[in-house]
C-alpha cells in the first residue's frame, strides 16, 4: 500500500489556536511513524520552533498517556518571523539539519497557509490535520476539538439554566466563533437555548426582544440567548446592553464562557477524529502526498488540498438554524 | 411543505432499553406537534402502556428542562402482552379512545418490529427515532444514546488507566454491546487500549497474551484490554481468567462497567441527534409517512423503512479495527 | 427526642442567591416532615410568594429525584416589599391562612436577616440552613453550594491551564466572592494558581508584578492569578489591565467564570451538608428552637443564633494563604 | 519556625492501592522542601523502589502540572520483601547510599506499619500522609482520595438511578471500603439510596426485602441498595441473589463500581488536602518529628503516632446512618 517509503524522518507539530485532541493526535503521528519504521521528531511551538531549531526525537513512550490531555505537549504559538521568506529559510536549514523528510501539522487556516507557502517554497512535504476549535474548515465534517468544546460549553450551559431558571432570568451567553457559528448552534440547540445569533445568519435585536417578550406571555421560567462571539450585532455584553435598554422588566445577565472552552480532556470523538486524521496524515506522507489535509467526512478519511481547506466555506446546514425556533415554542 | 394535515393527534412514547437523549427526542416531539398545531400524547411505560391505557395531554411545558436529564420522563418497559394480538388490539382501541392518529416510537430494533406488526395489522402510522446505546441500528450514522455511552465508558477507561499506571497492571474492562462492538471499538481508541475484543473480529486468547506480553517488554506500564459484552470468548471475567491461567507475573484485574453506560446527562451529539429525529418522525408523520425511521446519515435527515433498520447490518468500519493495532505500538 | 410536638404544619422556601443543594436541602426538609406526621409545605419564590401566598403542600413525591439538580424548585427571589412591614404583615396572613407554625428558610445572610424581624414581629418560629456558595456564614464550617462552586470553579482552572500551558500564558481568571475569598483561596489553591488575590487580604499588583517575573525567570511555562471579584484591586480585568501596562512580554489573557458556579449538580459534600442541616432545621423547629441556623461544625450539627451568623466573622485560615506561596515555587 | 535544620535530604513515595492526590500531595513535599532549600527525591513503586534504589532527585519541575492527575507518578506497589528484615536493611543501604536524612511516606495502614517498624529498626525518620481512598484512619477527618472516590460513586449512582427509573428497578450497587463504610454510606445519601448496607451495621437480607416491599407499595419509581464491598452479608451481587430469591415481582439489577474508584482528577477538598498534609509532612520532618501522620482534623492541621492512625478506630457518625432511613421515607 505505501509505495513510496523514500521517506526516512518525519517532524509534527502543533500550530494556531490549541484545541483538545491535538495531543491524541501527536500521539498518533509517533505511533504510525513508528509503526512503518520511520523516525519522527516533534518540533516545539509550531513555526517558532522550527526556525529556532527546537527540535527532538519522539519514542512511542515519548506519547504515552497524553491521549485524554488537553493542550497540545507540544505547545503552540504564532511566528512574525515564519511570515518573511528570511524566516521560512531559517526553518528549512533547520529542517535539513535534522534530516526532516516530511511534516505534519496540526491546526486551522492560518497553519495551513503557512505551510502551502513553505512547500511551494521549499518543496517540503506537509500533510495538515484540523486542529481548530471553531470547526471552519472545509474539507473535513468536524475539526479536532470541536465536539469537545461544544460539550464545555454545553455543561456551562447547562450550570446556567440551573440559575436561570431559579430566579426567572434571561441570560445572553457568549460563546467562541469569530467567524463560525458552530459552537454557538450546536451548544444552543443542545442547551435548550431560545434564541441562537451566528454571523451566518441576521438576527436583529427587535427579533430577540420579540422572542423574549414572547417567552414571557408564555411564563417560561427562562430564556437562554446563545451569542456567537462574531455576531454581527456586537458581542454578548453589546446585545445585552441594547436589550436592557429597550424593554422592562425583564431580569437580564450576562456570561461570556471564554477560553474554558479550549482545555479540559477531549471527548471520545475529538481523540478518535484526531487519531485517524493523525494515522492519515504520515499514511499521505508515505504515498507521496502534500500540501493536502487529511479529514474525515462521510466517516471516510479523505485529503483536501490545503488551498480548499483553507478558501472553501463550510456553511451551518439551515435545517439546524431552524431547529432553535421549532424547539424553543 | 405539510400537505396532508390530516392528522390531529401523535403520542410519543420509548421502549426497550433507555438511552440518554430520549428525553431530549420527546421534547422535540411535542413541541413539532405543538409547532403545527397538532395534539400531542405521551404513553407511559411504552407497550404496557399503550395497552393499558396510561396516556395523557402533553403541553410545552411538560418538556421544560428535561433536554439534559438521562433516562425517559415516559419510562420504558417490555411487554409481553403486545406480542400477542390479543395485546395489541387492546392498545389500538386505547390509541382510538384518545383519537389518535399517529405514532412516534423511541427504540430500537424491538420497538420498530412491534411498531412494524402493529401498523400493518391496524393501520396506525408510526415513525421511529433510533433511542438504543447500542449503536447497532442500519439507517443512521449513530443512535441516540451512543455518543454519551461511549463518553462514559470513556471516561471511566480513563480512570482505570490512571490506576493501572500505578500498579503497572492489565485491566480487562467490559463494556455494553451485546451485538456490536462499536461502544468497544470507539471508547477503546480513544481509552488507548491495547487491545479490543469485539463480536465482529475474532481476537483469540492467544493473540491477547501475545500482546500483553509484548507490552511488557516494552516496558508498557499498564495494559487494557476492551471486551465488549457479547465477544465470542466470553465475558470480561471468563477472558481475563483464561489468560490468568496461562501467564505468569501480571497483574490482572477486570471492571464491568455495566449500567452506568445507560444514564447521564447526554452529550451535545446525542441531544442534537435525539432533536433532530424527533422533528423528523413528527414532520414525516405530516407528511404521510409510516413504518420508516427517522435517522440522520451524511449530516443528513433521512427516512428508512423499518425492515431494513431492522435487518439490515451496520458493520464497523475495518479502518477503526485496525487503528488499535497501530496506535497501542 | 421530640417533646414539642405542637408544629403541625411547617413550610419550606429558598431565598437569595440560589445553590447548588438547595433542592436537596427541601427534600431533606420535606421528607423529615412526614417522617415525622407534620404536614410540610412549599413556598415559591421565597419571601415574594409568601407575600402572595403562592403556596401549596408537598409530599414525599414531590422532592423525588430532586437531590441531584441544581437550582432550586421552589425558585428564588429578592422582594422589596418583604422590607417594609406591610409587607411582612401580609406575608403573616397568608401564612396563618394557610395555619403555618413553622418555617425553614434557605439562604444567606439577607434571608436570615428577613426570618429574625418577621420573628420578632409576629412569632414566627422559623430554623435556617445556610444556603449560599460563598461560605461566608459563621456557625458552619461550610455552606451548601460552597463545595460545588469550588470544584466547578476549579474544573474550569484546570481548562484554562491547558491552554495557558499550551501557549505559556498568563490567565487571570475572576471567581465569585463579593466579600468572602474562599471560593478563590480553596480553588486557587486546588487549581495550582501562582496567586490568589482576595478581599481579606492586601496584595499589591506590584507584588503581583514581581511573582509573573519571576515565574518567567524560572521558566514556568504559564501563570494562573485567581480573583475573587470583590478584591480591593478591581476586578479581573482592570488588575489584568494594570499589569498588562507595567509588564512587557507577557501573554496575558482574562477569563470571568460568572454564573455557572451557581449551576451544576451538587457534590456529594453539598447533598449531605444540604441533607443534614434540612433535618436539622426540621428537628429543630420539632424541638422549640427559632432564629437560629441548622450548621455543621467538626462534623457535627449545631444551631448558631441568626444574630451570630449574620454578624460574625468567619475568616480564612492564615495557613491556606500561605499555602499558595509555598505550592507554587 | 524550623529549629531543626538538619534534615538535608527527604525522600518521597507513594505505597499501597493509589487514591487521587497522591499526586498533589507528591507536589507539596517537593515544593515545601524546595522552598525550605533542601533538596528532594522521589522513590518509585513504594518499599519495592527503595530496596531497589529506584531513586531520583526531583525539583519543582517535575511536579509541574500534576495536581490534578489521577494516579501517582511515582506509582506504587507492595513489597513482600520489605515485610523482611533483610529487605529493610537494603533499603536503609540505598537510602544511606543517596544520603537520604528523612521520609515522607503517603499511603495507609500497611504503609505506615512498615514505616513504624523501619523507624524503631534502623532511625530513619519518616512522616506520613494519609492516602487512600477509603477513609479508615484515625488521625484525620478524611483521607487523600476519600472525597475523589465519594464523588465518582456518586456520579455512577446518578446514572443508575436515571436508568432504575426509567424502568422501575431495583439496583444493588456496590463500592468500594473493605472494612470501612464511609464511602457507602456517604455516595448512598449523596445519591438518595434507599438502604446502605455497611461493615459496622448489621442490616439484614429480611429488612432490606421489607424496605424495597414498602417503596413498591409507596409507588417508589425505582430503589437504589449501597453495598460497601465488606458487608457481612456478602457482595452486591450474593445479596441480590438472596433478595431475588425470596421476592417476586421486583426487577432486580446489580453493579459493582469497582475500580473507576480509584481513577480520575482529584476534586478540589482532595487537592487541598493533599497539599496541606504533604506541607504538613516535610514541617514535621524539620520539626523533628517522627512515626507520625500529618493529617487535618476539624480544620486544623495535627500530628497523630503512627500507632494510633494504624490502631484506633474511626467510627462512622450515628446520624449519617440515620438520615438514610429518614431521607428514603
Known amino acids: 500500500m505505501y509505495k513510496f517509503i523514500f521517506m526516512k524522518r ?8 490549541d484545541a483538545p485532541g491535538m495531543n491524541a493526535c501527536i500521539r498518533a503521528v509517533v505511533r504510525t511513524a513508528i509503526y512503518n519504521n520511520i523516525e519522527v521528531y516533534g518540533i516545539m511551538r509550531g513555526y517558532e520552533g522550527m526556525i529556532k531549531g527546537r527540535i527532538h526525537r519522539m519514542e512511542s513512550k515519548s506519547v504515552s498517556n497524553i491521549i485524554q490531555q488537553g493542550g497540545t505537549i507540544l505547545k ?5 518571523e515564519f511570515r518573511t521568506y528570511e524566516g521560512r529559510k531559517q526553518a528549512y536549514q533547520q ?13 486551522g487556516d492560518g497553519t ?3 505551510a502551502k507557502v513553505f512547500h511551494e517554497e521549499f518543496g517540503m512535504p506537509t500533510v495538515g490535520c484540523p486542529g481548530t476549535i471553531d ?18 460549553a454545553l455543561e456551562a450551559i447547562d450550570k446556567i439554566r440551573d440559575t436561570a431558571d431559579s430566579h426567572n432570568r434571561v441570560f445572553f451567553v457568549e460563546v467562541m466563533g469569530r467567524d463560525s457559528g458552530y459552537i454557538a448552534i450546536q451548544s444552543g440547540i443542545g442547551g435548550g437555548a431560545e434564541i441562537v445569533m451566528v454571523p451566518e445568519t441576521e438576527t436583529t435585536i427587535a427579533q430577540v426582544i420579540e422572542t423574549l417578550q414572547k417567552g414571557r406571555l408564555n411564563h417560561k421560567s427562562s430564556s ?8 454581527e450585532e456586537g458581542n454578548a455584553t453589546d446585545i445585552a446592553a441594547k436589550v436592557m435598554d429597550a424593554t422592562e422588566g425583564l431580569d437580564i445577565k450576562v456570561t461570556t464562557l471564554g477560553h474554558i472552552q479550549r482545555g479540559g480532556s477531549p471527548t471520545a470523538q475529538d481523540r478518535i477524529l484526531a487519531s485517524r486524521t493523525g494515522i492519515g496524515a504520515v ?5 507521496g502526498k502534500s500540501s493536502v489535509m487529511a479529514g474525515v467526512k462521510n466517516n471516510k478519511l479523505v485529503y483536501t488540498p490545503f488551498e480548499d481547506a483553507i478558501d472553501k466555506n463550510k456553511p451551518i446546514e439551515d435545517e439546524l438554524i431552524k431547529l432553535v425556533d421549532v424547539l424553543s415554542i
Chains 1, 2, 3, 4 share one sequence.
Open 283 to 287: 499514511e499521505g506522507l508515505l504515498a
Open 135 to 152: 470547526n471552519d474548515i472545509y474539507g473535513t465534517d468536524y475539526t479536532i476539538g470541536y465536539d469537545t468544546a461544544v460539550n464545555t
Open 76 to 80: 503552540s504559538a504564532r511566528s512574525a
Open 112 to 114: 495551513f497557509t503557512g
Open 224 to 231: 437562554i440567548v446563545i451569542v456567537a462571539e462574531g455576531d
Open 10 to 17: 518525519v517532524a509534527v507539530f502543533t500550530s494556531g489556536g
Open 95 to 107: 529542517l535539513k539539519h535534522f534530516d526532516i523528510d516530511g511534516l505534519v501539522a496540526v491546526g
